[in-house]
Every structure is written in C-alpha cells, then in structure tokens.
C-alpha cells in the first residue's frame, strides 16, 4: 500500500507543527516532542496490529509498557553485589520453587484421574508450595531491600549495553502477553478488555511494591543511555569548537545534539518496524488475520485456528508495546513505576490508533505523531487563549481565577474533542484502511 498526495500532506502538516515550535519556542522543546511522538508511534503500531489486524480488544497496554520499561532496568543497570550476597540466589531458588509448584499442579490436573483424591493432592501440594516459596523469598527480600536503602536496595540488573535492552523488553511483554492469551483470549471482547485492563493493573502493582526487583515508588535512576551525556559533550574540544564556529552555545547545542542521536535512533527502529508491518499485513498471513477479524465463523470454517492467530498477533502487538516501553524508559534515564497511568499509556495510544485510522500501519503513526503533539502543547496554548480572553477582567474576578484554574484540564477537553470530531467526520480515521 502506497501513500495517497493527502496522506503525504497530512504527514508533512506534523511535521511542520514542530518545526513551527522549533522556532516560536525551542529546537529542545521540538525534538522532545519529536522523540515522544517516535515512541508513541510504535506504541501505537502494536495496538494498531491486535486491534486493526484481528480485534482484540486490549486496554493493558499500560502493563505491557511498563514491562518494557522493566527489561530496561534488569538489562542495563549494573548489578548490586552486595545485594546479590545477601540475598539473591534464595530469591530466585524462591521463584524456581513457586514456578515448580505451579507447573506441579498444572501436570497432576492433567493426568491424575477426576475425584477427591486429585483435589486433595492438588490442595495439599500448593499449600506446601506456597509456604516454601514464602519461607525462601521473604527472609532473602528482607535482606536484599536492607542494603542501603536510599540508592541501591534491590539487586540491579546484568550490566550490558542498554541497546540490548529494547529487544529484552519486547520480550518481556510478549511473554506476559503469552500468559494473559492463554487464558483470557478465549474470552468475548468485552470480558478481554476488562482481563487485560486488570492484568496491566497488576503488573503496575508488582512493579510499586516488589522494591528488591525496581525500587518501588522510590525509582530506578540513572539508567545508562545509548547515546553521549551532554556534560560529555560540553567537556570535548572538538565539539566545543565545532559549535563554536557556527556561533552557538555548547550547553545549548550539546542538549539538542543528544536529542537528535536519539531521534535517528527511534526513526530507525519505527522504520524497520514499519516495513515489518506493512509487510505482514499484504501477506497471505495478514489477509488471513484481516478475514479472522471481520469473521471469525467464516474462518473456523475454512479450516483457520482463530483462538491460535489470536495469541499469535497478541503476543506481536504486546512485544512492539514493550519496545517502546523500553525505548521511553532509556530516553527519560529513569523507571518510575507510579507514573505508569491508564489515562496516558492506554486511554491516549487508543485515540492515536482511532484518530490516524485502526488497520492502517500508516496511519497508527501519524496518529502517535499528532496525538502526542497535542497532548504536549494543547495546555500552554489554552492557559495563553484563556489568558487573552479574561485579560479585560479585573484581577481576583472569580470568573477569570477559575477560568485560568481550568487551563490544566485544556489537554483532556481537547482529546475528547478530536476524537468526537474523528468519529463524526471521519469515522475510519485520517488514513483509512483500504
């Protein structure tokens, strides 16, 4: 599928959105924006791939996520020896134990003949399981979560190049998204929705409280990043004086040079993925999850496992989620666990899809770009809008203060606009699927 003149203009109307910012306001402020909009556009490309391929119903993206986010933390940050001595070989004995109880009760289920022998065995098995479990891994997380507390206090990760880390995460979602598809696929939509919008729920809860494995609420920071430090930059001859010759600060430059490695390094990946997508949707695969979606009786029919290609484009959109997880989480430096939030990594990826047209790779991108660009910059224009209309109104005037107090909800009104806009003008979005 090729792009039509309208669509070219549609994306090049984004991209002069923020090369307009880059002059009225600042080439940092531009290229952040730019950077998020990359990410959010491959956060979009795997919602666009269960639900514009196949119809899934997902609204844990925020779980899936943050999952990325985590593979981030475990891969690149350096471990903690002390914390590994005092309790990290009995955490994971403790884990090998609660899985090996789990995988014990799931064999004696299968072949153990029906009867109140095989409930007992099955109840006398997991109670000794889960007070194995319980007997290894809360005394080695106490001990972990007692090594200096204020920066460490968890076991860190491997250490390796944080690029590696990208591909860890996606692997990480998918196999979470194996698990939720094992047992919540064969589910009608409605009920996968609340599955899924449960599971991301308790996926952010581990993540809050589980502090040996991500700090918890107190954060991981300080992941290493892919591209040079600023302070790096600031401090090279060569850089300075290259800059220098074109009259321009090296704080300044340096700053916006960082931010410009990290745009070719997300284009690159939204690129690839881009082709990998367009490709799998002309395919005889594509056509067959295209025909799965628009019916599913029709398909069993024909001889096609639907519950099989299900779990198959489930477990692919969930992992491209989990690379932008990871991605957003070496670009900010930092795992903040309570910032994952269902408004902005479920609710938002969702009107990106629905605004740049669900079933149509092309436009799940322009979605992400024009999306997170008016989520960024829907508020400062509306408390500077707000501030033009109430400038005749006297200082304290309890109209103007509440006016101006209302600004913050700018961002929310506008969403909600655009996406009942799209769904009365433009129902299949701004590309269509063809």
């Known amino acids: 599928m090729t792009l039509t003149p309208k669509d070219v203009l549609l994306f090049l109307g984004v991209f002069a959105l923020i090369v307009l910012t880059g002059f009225t306001q600042s080439w940092n402020v531009a290229l952040g924006i730019l950077n998020m909009g990359l990410i959010s556009a491959i956060m979009a490309l795997g919602v666009n791939m269960q639900w514009g391929y196949a119809g899934l119903f997902n609204i844990g993206v925020m779980g899936f996520v943050a999952l990325g986010g985590l593979g981030a933390v475990v891969v690149s940050m350096p471990p903690v020896t002390e914390a590994w001595a005092a309790g990290g070989l009995r955490v994971i004995g403790a884990l090998i134990v609660g899985a090996a109880t789990i995988a014990g009760a799931v064999i004696a289920w299968k072949r153990l003949p029906k009867g109140p022998v095989r409930a007992l065995l099955l109840v006398l098995l997991l109670v000794a399981g889960f007070y194995a479990f319980r007997g290894l891994f809360d005394p080695a997380v106490e001990a972990i979560e007692r090594i200096n507390p204020a920066s460490t206090g968890y076991l860190g990760g491997l250490g390796l190049p944080v690029l590696l880390a990208w591909p860890v995460g996606a692997l990480l979602a998918a196999g979470a998204a194996w698990l939720v598809g094992k047992t919540a696929l064969g589910l009608r939509s409605d009920y996968l929705a609340i599955a899924t919008l449960g599971i991301s729920e308790i996926i952010i809860a581990i993540l809050k409280n589980e502090d040996w494995l991500t700090r918890g609420v107190k954060n991981v920071i300080g992941i290493p990043r892919p591209v040079p430090y600023e302070i790096d930059l600031q401090n090279d001859p060569n850089f300075v004086d290259r800059v220098a010759s074109f009259g321009a600060d090296p ?48 398909s069993e029919a024909m001889g096609k496992d639907v519950t099989a290609r299900h779990l198959q484009v489930f477990i692919l959109g969930s992992a491209i989620c989990g690379l932008a997880g990871a991605m ?18 479920t609710f938002l990826v969702w009107v990106m899809v629905i605004v740049g047209g669900s079933g149509n790779n092309f436009g799940a991108v322009l979605g992400g770009m024009l999306i997170w660009y008016l989520w960024i910059m829907v508020e400062p224009m509306g408390l500077a809008l707000i501030t033009f ?12 203060d509440h006016l101006l107090e209302s600004a913050a909800h700018m961002r929310l009104l506008t969403m909600g606009l655009i996406l009942l806009l799209v769904l009365r003008f433009s129902p299949r979005g701004l590309i269509p699927e063809r």
Do not use: C, H
Not at 328 to 345: E, H, K, V, W
């Open 251 to 298: 704080v300044t430059a340096s700053s916006i040079a960082v931010k410009l490695a990290y745009s070719g390094l997300f284009l690159v990946v939204l690129l690839a993925l881009l082709w990998l997508a367009q490709s799998a949707l002309n395919s005889p695969w594509g056509r067959m999850m295209r025909a799965i979606r628009d019916n599913e009786v029709s």
């Open 328 to 345: 957003m989480t070496t670009l900010d430096g930092q795992l903040t666990p309570a910032s994952y939030q269902p408004l902005r990594f």
């Open 389 to 400: 209309i109430t400038s005749g109104m006297a200082d304290g005037f309890w109209l103007k």
